[in-house]
């Protein structure tokens, strides 16, 4: 049986740990959250590990989910913060391997 939830009964679900709910929520809004973090990053390989880690963050975390937005918000902003992150980790990397080569 398919069913379908509002979002305040999605995150309650979610919370339950019900994975129906878990996987509404992956299936409508996985594809808009990938083009949010593609269109920042130009590669759909990192798009889809941020993707899938705010995802997995959000099953982890269930028992505590306090949202106080938009499920879509929410899973929004969880991405852009992903990508600010990797974006400066690679940053740091390039002048990490910059730094090598100017000693080497």
Do not use: P
Request: proline letters at 0%; a negative charge.
């Amino acid at each position: 049986m398919d069913q379908s939830y509002d979002e305040k009964q999605l995150i309650e679900k979610i919370s339950d740990g019900d994975v129906h709910a878990f996987e509404q929520v992956f299936n409508t809004y996985f594809h808009y959250l990938h083009n949010v973090a593609y269109n920042r990053l130009h590669s759909g390989q990192a798009a889809d590990d941020i993707v899938q880690d705010v995802f997995t963050d959000l099953w982890k975390n269930r028992l505590s989910l306090n949202i106080h937005t938009s499920l879509e918000a929410y899973l929004y902003q969880a991405v852009k913060n992903k990508v600010f992150k990797y974006i400066r980790y690679q940053v740091v990397r390039e002048k990490e391997v910059y730094i090598n080569r100017i000693r080497d």
